[in-house]
């Protein structure tokens, strides 16, 4: 359990301290006081990265040297500082050289309204979810992705300089990489969106009556993916790049059997991001043990009251929850910190 948060010129906040004394908590306060600003920093703590931005500068108060986090959890403490300089890591006080080091102490989960992008957005966005959670849970996918992206890299590389009337040995090899990485990949996939989908289904039907599934669409299938590796490679040649495998993989979301993006409402479509992340922390907690700290922003946005009472009364009593809000959850058993825009 994360028990204290402490920043210094992190976003909006000069510092704030803030000590998390239930599982659940809500963080309410107007537009502009910081609550995203401190779910972002658990997350970074946790992943070593924003869920908002690429560059680590952006959370960087305006005009200061550096920005710091430090999580004190059961565990230990845990600490982020950022500077132009780049990113310093440490545990319990001793200094992390390698991010793979420090990653995985905290295991996060994170619902933003940008999560809609799941549903509405293309393969990409859906790829990188898939990729985000494995890589937090299982270091053989890490792995094999970073393998896998190394052929891929290597193989586009070449066929970008050969003809159609070159030697294709090497072509053949990388290709014999690739096949091996991506089977590996592709099993991964199929069983975290298998498990994913049952979850998800028993998450969703606290809101709506509607059926959701997750469908794993595999951009090949192996012997496709074999075929066209090694019997197909003048397409490749004339494209210049890779044009099947796993890093054009997808996962169908689907709402009463069509395609959510274009079936379901904004508002449909907004509890399926919810219960997406409400599944995927059934899963981890099956898959590793682990009970993931749940961080929910902004999650009541656009639910009406009902289905506000019917998600607060749903949260998993023995996984920590940290939420934010404008408005404050009616709820007995919830922690609330209140934010006022400028402390």
């Given at each position: ?11 909006n906040?000069e ?5 998390f ?5 809500m ?18 703590v946790?992943?070593a ?25 059961d ?10 300089h ?14 793979s ?12 309204p ?6 509405k ?5 859906r ?21 896998y ?19 294709l ?7 014999e ?14 069983r975290?969106?298998?498990d994913?989908n049952?979850k ?11 059926k ?14 074999q ?27 689907l ?55 019917i998600l ?32």
């Open positions: 359990m994360i028990h204290k948060i402490q920043v210094r010129h992190f976003r906040h510092a704030k301290t803030i000590e004394n239930q599982m659940h908590a963080i309410d306060g107007e537009n502009g006081s910081g609550k995203t600003s401190l779910l972002e920093a658990i997350h970074l946790a992943t990265k924003s869920h908002r931005t690429t560059n680590d500068r952006d959370m960087i108060t305006d005009d200061a040297p550096f920005a710091h986090v430090r999580l004190e959890t565990e230990g403490r845990y600490d982020v500082v950022l500077s132009k780049g990113k310093r890591v440490s545990v319990n006080n001793v200094e992390k050289q390698r991010l080091d420090f990653i995985g102490h905290i295991r996060v989960i994170m619902f933003a940008e999560d809609l992008a799941l549903v957005e293309g393969p990409a966005i790829r990188g979810f898939i990729d985000f959670e494995l890589m937090q849970a299982d270091r053989e996918y890490l792995r094999l992705l970073q393998d992206r190394k052929a891929l890299r290597q193989r586009n590389a070449l066929l970008k300089k050969i003809g159609l009337s070159d030697d040995t090497f072509l053949d090899i990388l290709g990489q690739m096949l091996g990485f991506g089977i590996g990949l592709m099993d991964k996939r199929a975290l969106i298998r994913l049952t998800t289904q028993e998450a969703y039907a606290w809101f709506s009556g509607h959701v599934n997750l469908v794993y669409r595999p951009d090949a299938e192996v012997e496709a993916f075929r066209h590796l090694f019997e197909k490679q003048r397409m490749d040649i004339f494209y210049r790049q890779t044009m099947a495998g796993p890093h054009r993989d997808d996962f169908a979301i709402f009463d059997g069509s395609d959510a993006k274009t079936h379901a409402s904004q508002g449909e479509q907004r509890m399926i991001a919810i219960a997406l992340k409400f599944g995927l922390l059934a899963v981890v907690l099956t898959d590793t043990g682990q009970k993931a700290v749940l961080l929910l922003d902004d999650v009541l946005s656009e639910l009406d009251p009902h289905k506000q009472a607060l009364s749903n949260l998993p009593r023995d996984h920590q929850i940290i939420m934010s809000s404008t408005v404050p959850a009616v709820a007995g058993d919830i922690q609330m910190i209140h934010l006022t825009k400028g402390e």
